[in-house]
């Protein structure tokens, strides 16, 4: 059972500034009600302007969590854009490797570059959630379905299986004081979806969001990023991909197909889908290019046999589910079902 989370800010610092506190008092509140002690990051609430400019001490705050016995759980505020510029800090002498340790790490979106960190330590992970995309939400309640599977990660350390939600809904456009108890509308969910191959398949899952990913290879958003992230090797060779699953979800910032396309293209070139056992699709946020999406894995990806498995309420979407990385998985698109086997961790 978690006993002690630490929330920290890795990429955006929001969660420091004041036309969000709102929102982070009804955070730490639930965060409290299920039996949480809750710490932050020495800058976890410096705000935005000082996050971005010291990325040295978001990695120390990450290095502090690892190494800090009372801490059970490491809660990402949010996500962001940058956290590939921590990439010096945590790797040229070695630091994260001496502090990684068997503790749980939750986080999504930008916080995909910080999975890859931490899988290339060695550290199993948890992907799909955030302090202040999940449990700051405003209505009265977090959204049953993200509330369900964030409670199992802190009641048992671990999620045995995902399931389809039964709803969605339209992400808010308004987070302003006056939205605090207004409830979303839920809207009925089709099950997961298989686009192609096999309903059955297995291996231990790795991923994350394809926007994030498309930077480790392309600068059109930093242009140093594609080379520290090749300097340090975040993207795992070919080998390490042999028999995994490839996660992926897509942003907020609403991918064109067109640029989808050129992310399955920078993947497609590293020979991934030649070695993995499949590919689970998040559900897009809002439903946004949901069918472009399909189509475009099928003409990139050009093998009809690798499995694709859709609509999964992963990522940017709501609601969220979480999936480990770095546990067996069974896949099984008949039964609806994605189940993790613990023992052979």
């Not at 671990?158 to 939600?165: C, G, L, M, N, T």
């Not at 339209?170 to 192609?196: H, I, K, S, W």
């Not at 999406?293 to 990139?300: P, S």
């Amino acid at each position: 059972m978690i006993k002690t989370a630490e929330i920290v800010s890795l990429s955006s610092g929001i969660i420091g500034e004041e036309f969000v506190q709102h929102e982070i008092k009804i955070g730490m509140k639930r965060l409290e009600e299920l039996g949480l002690n809750v710490k932050l990051g020495k800058h976890a609430m410096s705000g935005l302007k000082y996050v971005s400019e010291h990325p040295e001490d978001r990695a120390q705050d990450l290095i502090d969590a690892l190494r800090d016995p009372e801490v059970d759980m490491i809660l990402c505020a949010i996500g962001g854009d940058d956290t590939y510029r921590l990439l010096p800090y945590l790797f040229e002498n070695d630091e994260l490797k001496k502090a990684a340790c068997d503790k749980v790490f939750l986080g999504f979106s930008d916080t995909t570059t910080n999975h890859f960190m931490l899988h290339k330590v060695g550290m199993k992970t948890f992907y799909g959630q955030a302090f202040f995309s999940d449990v700051c939400e405003l209505g009265k309640n977090m959204l049953p379905y993200t509330e369900e599977y964030f409670k199992k990660l802190i009641e048992t350390g671990r999620i045995d299986a995902v399931r389809p939600s039964k709803v969605w809904y339209l992400n808010r456009e308004d987070y302003g004081v006056d939205q605090v108890g207004t409830e979303l509308e839920p809207m009925a969910n089709g099950g997961f979806e298989l686009l192609q191959g096999k309903a059955v398949f297995s291996g231990k899952i790795l991923g994350g969001c394809i926007d994030t990913i498309y930077d480790f290879f392309n600068g059109g958003r930093y242009a140093d990023s594609p080379e520290l992230c090749a300097k340090y090797q975040l993207f795992p060779p070919l080998d390490d991909w042999r028999g995994r699953i490839l996660l992926l979800e897509s942003s907020e910032e609403l991918m064109p197909p067109e640029k989808y396309a050129d992310a399955l293209r920078e993947l497609k070139a590293t020979g991934i889908f030649s070695v993995i056992n499949g590919v689970l699709i998040g559900k897009p946020m809002n439903g946004v290019y949901a069918q472009e999406y399909k189509q475009v894995l099928k003409d990139v990806i050009a093998d009809d046999t690798l499995p694709i498995l859709c609509n999964i309420s992963i990522g940017h979407g709501i609601p969220r589910c979480i999936i480990p990385f770095g546990v067996e998985a069974a896949v099984d698109a008949e039964k609806q079902q994605i189940t993790f086997d613990w023992r052979q961790t």
